[in-house]
């Protein structure tokens, strides 16, 4: 079954993780992050490449402060290793700048309206208006006129999702110069795309789309970040539709430590996948056992970009040129 958009995430996150809530007040919460300073973002400032991606990591904090400590050297580094097993995607075709941002972490307080979005709670918003500062900060001091790729997951990508909403519908320069945006791992509802002013990627080298996907067996019945209203692509043949791919058609999965972005292995022909019509998962068959964390059986939301690795670098090498050649 497809999760209904109001749900009560922060019901399910008490589920998932299993740990007390605990109510955050604002002054207790860590201060602005200066983007100015490069303390600020994980990755050194680099201009190697033509085209740039501003990449948001997904959830790593329990902090129970109910939002991320980035002046905590623990809780950094576990932003640096999941960039390491994330971000790495896009090394060598693109300059990464990665943000630390003051994100909601699992130990944010449960609202008392069973209908609250995640994106009504004020620890939400505070790492989402990092995200949009820092973008703004890029921009204004970084980005230098070249194109540039947005990237996230879960978390990263609902900051993103409200960074496209809130900048880019109203900015046709800011569509112009978009390769694509990846955003993963949460549910990018055509409301979405049609208050940024993007479409949903239709195949292998458009540009200027959300390139977008929730990954499950084809058993599950879903967890939080697949809800009503999803758009789906499928990284293996870059079809919408419910052509099915074939494990042969995948590159490789490739399989990090998400804690410390230690490498541990990389296995071609991995997994097929089609889309669930229905759920429009993207969903697949595996012949082993993995931890999939707090979530119900068969939600791959962890390896998201790990099953589909290979296929997504080739993809932004073959979105870049594209891009470049128009």
């Known amino acids: 079954m497809i999760m209904k958009r109001k749900m009560n995430y922060f019901a399910l996150i008490a ?26 973002w994980i990755t ?40 390491e097993a994330q971000a790495s995607v896009f090394r060598g075709s693109a300059n990464i700048y990665a943000p630390y941002y003051r994100q909601m972490s699992t130990g944010a307080r449960i609202p008392d309206d069973p209908n609250a979005l995640a994106t009504d709670l004020e620890e939400f918003k505070q790492g989402a208006g990092d995200v949009k500062a820092a973008f703004s900060y890029y921009m ?58 993007l479409t949903a990627a239709q195949g292998e080298t458009d540009t200027g789309v959300v390139v977008t996907f929730n990954t499950q067996s084809e058993t599950s019945l879903g967890g939080p970040m697949l809800m009503a209203g999803a ?66 059986e068969g939600v791959y939301h962890r390896y998201d970009y790990a099953f589909w690795y290979r296929n997504l670098e080739e993809n932004v090498k073959e979105r870049i040129k594209a891009y470049l050649l128009d």
Not at 21 to 40: F, Q
Not at 60 to 81: Q, T
Not at 141 to 169: C, D, V, W, Y
């Open 15 to 40: 589920i998932f993780f299993l740990l007390l809530a605990s109510c955050a007040k604002a002054e207790d919460r860590p201060g602005t992050p200066d983007y100015g300073n490069p303390e600020s």
């Open 44 to 83: 050194p400032f680099e201009t190697d490449h033509e085209v740039d991606v501003f990449y948001i990591y997904p959830t790593v904090s329990s902090n129970e402060s109910g939002n991320m400590d980035i002046s905590s050297e623990a809780e950094r580094a576990l932003a640096r290793g999941i960039h």
């Open 140 to 197: 204004e001091n970084l980005n230098q006129g070249r194109p540039f790729i947005l990237a996230g997951h879960s978390q990263g990508t609902m900051a993103l999702i409200e960074l496209i909403k809130e900048e880019f519908g109203s900015s046709e320069a800011l569509r112009g110069k978009l390769v694509a945006a990846y955003l993963i791992g949460y549910t990018v509802t055509d409301e979405d795309l049609a208050l940024s002013g």
């Open 231 to 296: 758009n789906c692509i499928n990284p293996l043949n870059w079809k919408t539709d419910g052509t099915p791919a074939e494990a042969g058609l995948n590159r490789g999965a490739v399989f990090f430590n998400d804690s410390t972005g230690e490498f541990l292995r990389e296995v071609p022909a991995y997994c097929g996948g089609v889309i669930d019509l229905e759920t429009v998962a993207l969903t697949t068959t595996i012949g082993e056992e993995l931890e999939i964390g707090p979530y119900p």
